[in-house]
Every structure is written in C-alpha cells, then in structure tokens.
Nanobody
C-alpha cells in the first residue's frame, strides 16, 4: 500500500518561492512515476510536473515556463516541487500523485495514489 503526505504549502507574495515536499510510504510499480497536480479555485485539476526513472526523467506543463523544478530523493523517498517566480494564478491546492509507468503522464486517471493536498496561495 502506498501513502503520500504533502507539506510545504503556504501563503507567499507574487514573485516569491515555495518548496513542496511529498513523502512516499511504500514502493513497487505503483511508485514508478510521481507527479504533482494542482486544482485552482473553481477549476478542474491540472497536471504540473512528473518525475520517473529514479529522477532522471522529468516533464512539465507548459505554464511552468521554467519556474518550477521537480525532483526526487530516493534515499528519503521524497518528491519535491521547487516553485520560483510564483504568480497569482499559481494559487491552488497542490496534490502529489503516484502511479505505474504507463499512459500519458498528464492524465490523472493514470495515477493510483494521491496525497491529501497542500494549499498554495499567492497574493499581490
């Protein structure tokens, strides 16, 4: 069984930075690919970034524009999302997700496990 626990969210001014963490309990094929998704207020959940192959491969949503970096520490089984140059539209509930390595990374249905979410609020 896989459990994901996110932390690191908070309130920050536009242009600031936050680092989200996701501690992974469990292992196996259902943790082969890790990702961050987010759900802005009143909108649907959307993909942010993914990491797989032990951290050697990453993909990002186009809106990231080089501002975010996803990484994983295999020793501590933690996945990070470093977010810089935060914008008002980055305000959302951010979720960590884990799943097997098949299908499109940006489809939430390809992930079997989800964390409880951590809130990020960006203000002007």
């Amino acid at each position: 069984h896989v459990q994901l626990v996110e932390s690191g969210g908070g309130s920050v001014q536009a242009g600031g930075s936050l680092r989200l963490s996701c501690v992974v309990s469990g292992s196996g094929p259902n943790t082969a690919r890790m990702a961050w998704f987010r759900q802005p207020p009143g909108k649907e959940r959307e993909e942010v970034a993914t990491v797989f192959r032990g951290g050697s491969s990453t993909y990002y949503a186009s809106f990231v524009k080089g501002r975010f970096t996803i990484s994983q520490d295999n020793t501590t089984k933690t996945v990070y999302l470093q977010m810089n140059s935060l914008e008002l539209q980055d305000t959302a509930l951010y979720y960590c997700a884990a799943g097997p390595l098949f299908g499109s990374w940006y489809r939430a249905s390809n992930y079997n496990y989800w964390g409880q979410g951590t809130q990020v609020t960006v203000s002007s």
